[in-house]
């Protein structure tokens, strides 16, 4: 990476560290859904922008994340970081077990098969007395929100140095060509299907990890919110609008996405649901690889980028 892309990434990084101390209580808590947000865009990257496997799966991970931190805090009055752990290996022993299964599903295959995950372990956990069934945990509050502000920005800091890592490993390499063809890819000597679990693994973990600051920042938790798919839509929209397959793009979406539903959210209640449906539509016509391609190729090209993947979509 280029020295003034680091000191641009370093100077932002310092701005938003500093949120909790120049910055309202308001800006604070959009700071942490947004961060969150963010870490949970990274997540679904690795998987979905990286590996190739459009995942509707990843918010059983934050689900089974949140559940670990108030199954420890409430049920055994233990510590959040051990809940946190907790949380974690129920993301990972969950993407071994379903994922060596699920990731032999290729396309729409796969997307609908992840896609009833999020539905089949919310009845489970409602049936389940030591997570609350239906009636969920209520967690000790603590009012430190510039705490849980600064948990989300080390842990999104985290999961993005870990993916920038990510791309320049085998590891990395070898999730780029089973994206680009599967089949050439294990000839080539890649073990796919190890690969692509620890794939689905890691993606869970930081999605797990996420789950676990949000159960614990806002103190309640049940099957319903816990295991929400519209917050998978909305991880996966994120990634592909900033672009999936790059060490930033999933941040870029995330936070600008955020940013604009909430003012839409204030200032015009009325057409703020449309707005990620429209967003869906904007992002796969005119950009489909999302912002971080359409700002290196537009240098070259021009509007001509815009028109080009108008007439790819025959519109």
Do not use: C
């Amino acid at each position: 990476m280029k020295t003034w892309k680091i000191g641009l990434v370093l100077a932002a990084l310092a701005v938003l560290a500093g949120v909790p101390w120049y910055g309202s209580d308001v800006l604070v808590q959009f700071g942490i859904n947004a961060l969150l947000l963010a870490v949970l865009a990274q997540g679904w990257n690795i998987i979905g922008g990286y590996t190739g496997y459009a995942s509707f799966g990843n918010s059983v991970f934050y689900g089974l994340g949140g559940y670990g931190v108030a199954i420890a805090m409430v049920q055994w009055q233990l510590p959040f970081a051990v809940g946190m752990g907790f949380g974690v290996v129920l993301a990972v022993v969950f993407a071994v077990l379903l994922g060596i299964p699920v990731l032999r599903l290729k396309g729409h295959y796969f997307a609908i098969a992840t896609l009833a995950l999020s539905q089949v372990m919310t009845a489970i956990v409602s049936n389940v007395g030591i997570a609350g069934q239906n009636i969920g945990l209520v967690l000790p509050p603590l009012n430190n929100d510039p705490l849980f502000y600064e948990l989300s920005l080390g842990l999104l800091t985290i999961a993005t140095l870990t993916i920038w890592g990510m791309t320049r490993s085998r590891f990395g390499f070898g999730l780029i060509a089973i994206r680009e063809n599967e089949e050439g890819a294990a000839v080539m000597g890649v073990n796919t299907t190890l690969y692509k679990v620890m794939a689905f693994a890691l993606s869970g973990i930081f999605s797990a990890l996420a789950g676990g600051i949000h159960a614990y920042w806002v103190t309640f938790l049940d099957p319903a919110s816990a295991f929400d798919i519209s917050l998978n839509v909305k991880m996966i929209i994120m990634a592909v609008f900033g672009g999936p397959g790059t060490v930033l793009g999933p941040i870029v979406g995330a936070l600008t996405l955020s940013t604009i539903s909430e003012f839409l959210s204030s200032e015009v209640t009325s057409i703020a649901g449309l707005f990620f449906g429209l967003v869906i539509v904007v992002a796969v016509v005119l950009m489909p690889r999302g912002l971080a391609d359409m700002l290196r190729r537009m240098r070259k090209m021009g509007w001509g980028y815009f028109i080009e993947n108008i007439r790819a979509h025959r519109l």
